[in-house]
C-alpha cells in the first residue's frame, strides 16, 4: 500500500496552521501554526517541515464564500498556493474549508485545549479538519 505523505495548511494572513497524517491516510494532526513574516521566510519553514515529513503534497483550505463562490479571500489564498507549490516543487489539491475554523475552536473547547488567546490552536486544528477531509474523500473515491 502506498503511503499518503500529505501536509494540511490553513492559510491565513498572520499564521499558517499546518496539520500532517499518519502514512495510512487515517488520522490527520494539528502539527503547528508559523507565524508568517516574509514570503521566504514562510518557504524556509514550511520547507523543514517538509523535509522531516517527506511530504508529497499539500492540502490547502480554500475559503469559499456561503454561497460557494470563490470570493477576494479565496483568491487571496490561491495565489499564495501557486507561489508556495512553485517555490517547494509539490503540487496542491484545494478542501472546502467553510467553518473549519469554527468546527476547530469547538473541538478544541470539548478537549479543554483552549482559551480565546490561542489563535495558533485553532489555525492549527483547521489544518487537521482540512487534511482530515481530504484524506476521508480519498478512502471514500
Avoid: H
Avoid at 517547494?88 to 480565546?116: C, G, H, I, M, N
Avoid at 495558533?120 to 478512502?139: F, N, P, S, T, Y
Amino acid at each position: 500500500m502506498k503511503r499518503i505523505l500529505a501536509l494540511g495548511l490553513d492559510v491565513g494572513q498572520k499564521r499558517l496552521g499546518i496539520a500532517g497524517c499518519d502514512g495510512t491516510g487515517l488520522i490527520a494532526t494539528a502539527l503547528t501554526t508559523i507565524k508568517r513574516s516574509s514570503f521566504q521566510q514562510d518557504v524556509a519553514k514550511l520547507k523543514e517541515i517538509i523535509v522531516e515529513r517527506q511530504v508529497e503534497i499539500l492540502v490547502i483550505g480554500l475559503p469559499y464564500s456561503m454561497d460557494g463562490s470563490i470570493g477576494f479571500q479565496a483568491k487571496q489564498v490561491q495565489k499564495f498556493a501557486q507561489r508556495i507549490s512553485q517555490a517547494l516543487q509539490l503540487p496542491v489539491e484545494y478542501v472546502d474549508e467553510r467553518l473549519t475554523s469554527v468546527e476547530a475552536e469547538a473541538q478544541l473547547k470539548t478537549q479543554k485545549r483552549f482559551s480565546s488567546f490561542q489563535k495558533e490552536l485553532i489555525d492549527a486544528q483547521a489544518a487537521a479538519i482540512i487534511l482530515q477531509q481530504w484524506l476521508d474523500e480519498r478512502r471514500q473515491n
